[in-house]
Each structure stands twice: as structure tokens, then as C-alpha cells.
T-cell receptor, first 116, second 109 residues
Framework: ETGVTQSPTHLIKTRGQQVTLRCSSQ?????VSWYQQALGQGPQFIFQ???????GRGNFPPRFSGLQFPNYSSELNVNALELDDSALYLC???????????????FGEGSRLTVL | SQQGEEDPQALSIQEGENATMNCSYK?????LQWYRQNSGRGLVHLIL?????REKHSGRLRVTLDTSKKSSSLLITASRAADTASYFC?????????FGKGITLSVRP
């Protein structure tokens, strides 16, 4: 148990719809990063939030957006869903953008999104 | 794009044997991490090795890093059925990690 919780665990959407995924970070962690993991691939960095501001973004289009709240929980929003958005979405929290002394990210169990 | 590339893609061994997994990367790094993932669930951090370190141990895990060859290896000694999982190497800074495609390890009882 990492203390990072994600919801929902599974969801099914159709093309063109919008989805919101939620993440509660581990207590004391102020940095949340989101990753997309397609089947059979490694996770790909989407973006990171630090103290409620976006702090870096991977190669994802603007229809992927996020928020971080004062309690450091976070949301990932995806608009105009495409079939290729089907993936496991992982949230990871850390003590700081540097990952603290160990550089360790603490991952949630993920939200599995299927787009039909 | 994937920075790290793990090798082999899949590995099947008998319980009690050692498992060696390799990772190559393309650009200069400050550190390299290894993570484990059970059955498409969340990733669990195993170990981090810094660029000025050549070898690091944690329990049954041994990680080496060769910055001249841009490669790392993860050795799991005396493997157990519970070690069955996917293993990923990751590089990057400030929690923005780039992962390889992973190695699927199966440990037969």
C-alpha cells in the first residue's frame, strides 16, 4: 500500500466523450505526476503538478489537462476521447519534484480507461 | 519515446534461480531507477542508483550501472514465485521519469 488512491478503477467511455480521473496523494506529498500506460508498454509521462501549478508536461496534446487542489489531490481530464486513449492511467506522488532523498515515486493502482 | 530499453523482453526461470535483467538508455543521466509492476497494477519502486555509483544492493536485489555503456542490470537472487511481475527501468529528473517497455519475469514454482 503506497497511500496513493485513484478513482475510478475501471471505466468505459465512447469516442468524443470526456473523462475525469482522480488521485489522492500520499500524506505529506506535494507533487503529483500522471502517466499513461498502454497495453504492453511502459508508462509515459503526461504532466506533473507541484503546489497547484503544472510543473512540466510530456508529449501529450492540450485535450489532456489537469488540476491540483490545496490538499494536493489531483485530477486528470481528457476531452474528445480517442480510441488510442484506452490505457491504464497512473498517478504518482512524491515528497517534492525531486522525489526527495530516494527519488522514489509512489504509484496508485491506476484507472483503466477503455474507449469504444 | 522510450529512453530505457530492457532486455530480454521476457524471462522464465525456476524458483531459486537468479534472474538478470538489463536496461540500456540513450542520454546522460543523474540516476536510474528500477520499478516492479504486478499484473497491470501500480508500480512499486525497487531501487535507485546514482550516476556516481557502480553497484548497489537491497535485500535480494543487486543493481549495477555502467555509464560508459549507458546500461544497467538488475539481479534478483534466489527468485521466488512472488517475484513474478514486470520490471521497468526508468531515467529522468524531478519525478518526470521515462520508462522502458519492461521485462516480464515468470518464476515457476
Amino acid at each position: 500500500e503506497t497511500g496513493v488512491t485513484q478513482s475510478p478503477t475501471h471505466l468505459i467511455k465512447t469516442r468524443g466523450q470526456q473523462v475525469t480521473l482522480r488521485c489522492s496523494s500520499q500524506s505529506g506529498h506535494n507533487t503529483v505526476s500522471w502517466y499513461q500506460q498502454a497495453l504492453g508498454q511502459g508508462p509515459q509521462f503526461i504532466f506533473q503538478y507541484y503546489r497547484e501549478e503544472e510543473n512540466g508536461r510530456g508529449n501529450f496534446p492540450p485535450r489532456f489537462s489537469g488540476l491540483q487542489f490545496p490538499n494536493y489531490s489531483s485530477e486528470l481530464n481528457v476531452n474528445a476521447l480517442e480510441l488510442d486513449d484506452s490505457a491504464l492511467y497512473l498517478c504518482a506522488s512524491s515528497l517534492a519534484p525531486s522525489g526527495g532523498n530516494t527519488g522514489e515515486l509512489f504509484f496508485g493502482e491506476g484507472s483503466r480507461l477503455t474507449v469504444l | 519515446s522510450q529512453q530505457g530499453e530492457e532486455d530480454p523482453q521476457a524471462l522464465s526461470i525456476q524458483e531459486g534461480e537468479n534472474a538478470t535483467m538489463n536496461c540500456s538508455y540513450k542520454t546522460s543521466i543523474n540516476n536510474l531507477q528500477w520499478y516492479r509492476q504486478n499484473s497491470g497494477r501500480g508500480l512499486v519502486h525497487l531501487i535507485l542508483i546514482r550516476s556516481n555509483e557502480r553497484e548497489k544492493h537491497s535485500g535480494r536485489l543487486r543493481v549495477t550501472l555502467d555509464t560508459s555503456k549507458k546500461s544497467s542490470s538488475l539481479l534478483i537472487t534466489a527468485s521466488r514465485a512472488a517475484d513474478t511481475a514486470s520490471y521497468f527501468c526508468a531515467t529522468g529528473a524531478n519525478s518526470k521519469l521515462t520508462f522502458g517497455k519492461g521485462i516480464t519475469l515468470s518464476v515457476r514454482p
